[in-house]
Structure formats: C-alpha cells, structure tokens
Nanobody
C-alpha cells in the first residue's frame, strides 16, 4: 500500500503561481512513477505531469507545457508541481498518483485525496 497526501492548493489570480506538494508513504518503490492529475467540473480526470523517483520519465500534458514543472525529492518522498502563468482553465481538483512505471500512469494504482486549485480571472 502507498499513501499519498497532497497539499498546497488554494486560490490564485490568473498569471499567478502556486506549488502543490505530495507526500508519499508506505511501500514506495524507487522505480515507480509519480504523476499529477486534475479534474474540473463536468470534465473527466486528466493527466497533467509525470516523473520517476530518479527524476526521469518526464511527461507533461500539452496544456501545461512551459508553465508547469514536476519534480521530486526522493530523500523526503515528496513530489512537487510548480505552476506558473496560471489560467482560469487550470481550476480543478489536483490529485497525486503513483504507478509502477511511467506507462502505468495511464491507470495509476494509488491516489491521493486531492487538493483544490482555483484560478480567478
């Protein structure tokens, strides 16, 4: 079992920045991949960014490339999502998730409870 706890959500104005954090605990495998997903009202949950604990396997959704950056601190079992130049369409509940491989992020095995991000225009 892996437990994931997100933090750092909140409200920000368009053009602003926010950092989300995800604390992982339990059976954290160093070869596993970590990802951020988001779900806004009336939309399906969508992939945002992914990374491995070694810092490789970087993946980004086209909608966030150049604005969002995912990173890890494997010594602390922490995953971060730095968001800048935020837009109202970034408003969503953001989830941290993990899978055994980067490809496995298509169907993560474990999820956090989510943290809400609101971007106002």
């Amino acid at each position: 079992q892996v437990q994931l706890v997100e933090s750092g959500g909140g409200s920000v104005q368009a053009g602003g920045s926010l950092r989300l954090s995800c604390a992982a605990s339990g059976r954290v495998f160093r070869r596993s991949a970590m990802g951020w997903f988001r779900q806004s009202p009336r939309k399906d949950r969508e992939f945002v960014a992914g990374i491995t604990w070694s810092g490789g396997g970087l993946q980004y959704a086209d909608s966030v490339k150049g604005r969002f950056n995912i990173s890890v601190d494997s010594s602390k079992n922490m995953v971060y999502l730095d968001m800048k130049d935020m837009k109202p369409e970034d408003t969503a509940v953001y989830y941290c998730a993990t899978a055994l491989t980067p490809v496995g992020l298509r169907q993560p095995q474990y999820w956090g409870q989510g943290t809400r991000v609101t971007v106002s225009s």
